[in-house]
């Protein structure tokens, strides 16, 4: 199968964060539409950096502060002049389970996390939603990153399953203090808008035994596979799994259409259905969904002269094995001063399992 996928993609495939925006990478547009940056104080390696003040993964965290502060950071015994004061522990919670993760079946929002203590759970049924929160006895700014990841190991498994890989999180609260607590999902409840539980997790637990099974959770700084080199939080709890107990993932049908064409539709298909089998592809395409919600126009770069048109849609396809899949593919047409022409393919973006489902 020769398809060319660039580096940036190639990263995206080890694992996906569990925002469903981020989850497919260039299938599902993983970018902050109108967020802002920030100018912050230096990290601790000294160098300024703009944090992005939006984020999916922790929409709705207002935030709060109270209890003791923590010792800021330092710079060759020096504390920066112009550095923002953390927030330090934001309840008796926080200070208890300092350094930990805690778990419930219910997202840990902010308002809650330091006044219900019979949430927290070490014990789940692999049939309930996980969802966690990061208590650090230390801001987020110290380990110098802007994304976080959570990976999983199950039964003492040296092997690290992503739960999260480049978790988004507003390093600054809205009163211009660094955090010290953050929340993920690891396995989002069903119908969730916000989270998907990510490939390489679903199909761990779902090859599980019946029986109970002990998971380590490690929430580190930076993307996927930093957890041990900068961990910030760790956490442990037992999954029990029934006989029959299976989590449901990525399906076509939750990916929303950004255009109503059928007339499009159905020739994006043909189009990609020709090129997988000019080139000899494994898989058999039978559905498409219009990805972009409008062409993208290209113009000549001196005159302005519209040459083409191109947008992304998604594919779905079926393996010999059983298996699914969902790839986004870019759809182009010519312009030839008076009208476009018929669509063509104009390049493969990153493929991705999926549930199979609906008509095949």
Known sequence: MNRLISTAVIAILLCFSTSADAQFGRIVNASKNGASTTKTAPASGGASQ???????????ESTQTGGDKMTPLKKGGNVYEDEPKNEGYTGALHRKYADKAVFSTRPINRDSMNVEPDRYRDKFKASEAIYGRAFLSQPFQRWGKKLFNVTVLIDDNVKSICAVSDGDVNIINDKGEWITTFKFAIVPAKGDPSNEITRPLLEAINNLTPGDHKLKV????????????????EGTLTLTVAAGDKIKGMTFEKLEAGMADPALTAQALKVVQKHAQSDGWKETFSRAKIKGSRWEIQRHTVTGVILS?????????????GHCTIQTFGIKEDYDGAAYGAPYFAGVGNQEKCDCSGAK
Do not use: C, E, L
């Not at 703009?50 to 709705?60: E, F, H, K, L």
């Not at 929430?219 to 939080?233: D, R, W």
């Open 50 to 60: 703009n944090q992005s003040s939006g984020s999916s993964s922790q929409a709705g």
């Open 218 to 233: 490690i929430v580190g700084a930076g993307s996927f596979g930093n957890s041990t080199k900068n961990p910030m939080a």
């Open 309 to 321: 048109r191109y947008i992304d849609v998604w594919g779905y396809a079926t393996w010999p094995d």
